[in-house]
């Protein structure tokens, strides 16, 4: 399997990124174990959580996704064969979010504690904080960095505009190598006309979140009836209009045609397209991440990607 740069860090990536959310929330420890266990034994590498993960389910307090990738490691021992990425700056409650020296000084400390590792390959603002100057920010990785406490850091949900002061304000220290933006099938255009010229240019690896819309673009949900089938059934009922459904059906067809499911037909665009490193894609049994990891190895046709282009453009 071939991997892919995280921009200029050094670090390299398998061409699909576990997505640590559901850790915890609708994957139990066990189930979490066993999911860890199947995307290494198949060749990836990349986990991506979140010091949030998973706050807004009713009892949680933040914390529980990270928690599990640590009692893992733990278990384990595959700390050499994992790339784990993690964010900082969402709201944790009682005052604790942001991208201030100080609270990313103690954010740091917590992740890993709760991820039982010494470093942090990729660290990713979650957030942008509007009330924190990008160079405190930029100057509070940058010690983050050179303590060995993190390898390389990165961007998610951030303006352009905010995103290049913040790799002018890192000068000749460390700048974002990495961008995770929202973007798939059924939604293009906020990334293709504000981030993907300037993460070319920026020679940043994208790694983008929500790849299948929150399952929509796994054929999973086709009218309001599906909604109640997962708790992020509630997330969809927006694509439920006649360009996603027209989405789906192209992916239905396509996928027909290649013996493949539509899951992993809307991955392997999204792995094909010049400027995505790896879609961030999760799951919540073994079965359906090897249905999912199918997706590394699939090649379209020069006219499934042009048909896809054409139906979700």
Aim: aromatic fraction near 8%; proline fraction near 4%; glycine fraction near 10%.
């Amino acid at each position: 399997m071939q991997h892919r740069k995280l921009g200029r860090s050094g670090i390299a990536i398998a061409p699909i990124v576990f997505g640590g959310n559901v850790f915890g929330w609708t994957a139990d420890e066990a189930t979490s174990f066993a999911l860890l266990d199947a995307f290494v034994a198949g060749g990836f590498n990349c986990i991506d959580t979140a010091d949030v993960y998973s706050r807004w389910a009713p009892g949680h307090s933040g914390g529980e996704s990270e928690t599990i990738i640590g009692k893992w490691l733990k278990r384990r021992g595959k700390r050499d064969d994992v790339i784990i990425a993690t964010k900082v700056g969402n709201d944790m409650g009682d005052g604790k979010k942001g991208l201030k020296a100080t609270y990313i000084a103690k954010a740091v400390e917590d992740s890993l504690k709760r991820l039982q590792i010494d470093y942090i390959d990729l660290y990713q603002e979650h957030f942008d904080d509007g009330e924190a100057p990008v160079a405190e920010t930029m100057a509070a990785f940058a010690t983050l960095v050179k303590s060995g406490k993190v390898r390389a850091i990165g961007a998610s949900n951030i303006t352009p505009e905010r995103l290049l002061e913040s790799q002018e304000a890192a000068g000749s220290g460390p700048r974002y190598e990495t961008l995770q933006p929202h973007y798939n099938l059924v939604e293009r255009a906020g990334y293709e006309a504000n981030y993907e010229k300037l993460a070319v240019e920026q020679e940043l690896a994208v790694i983008p979140y929500w790849s299948l819309a929150s399952g929509f673009l796994t054929g999973k949900y086709r009218g309001e009836a599906d909604l109640s089938k997962s708790p992020r059934g509630g997330a969809v009922k927006k694509y439920l209009t006649p360009e996603g459904l027209g989405v789906v059906a192209a992916l239905d067809e396509i996928a027909g045609g290649i013996g493949a499911t539509p899951a992993q037909v809307a991955l392997a665009w999204l792995i094909a397209r010049p400027s995505i490193t790896a879609p961030i894609a999760s799951a919540t049994s073994v079965a359906q991440w090897h249905d999912i990891a199918k997706a590394a190895e699939l090649t379209l046709s020069a006219e499934a990607l042009a048909k896809l282009d054409a139906v979700s453009g």
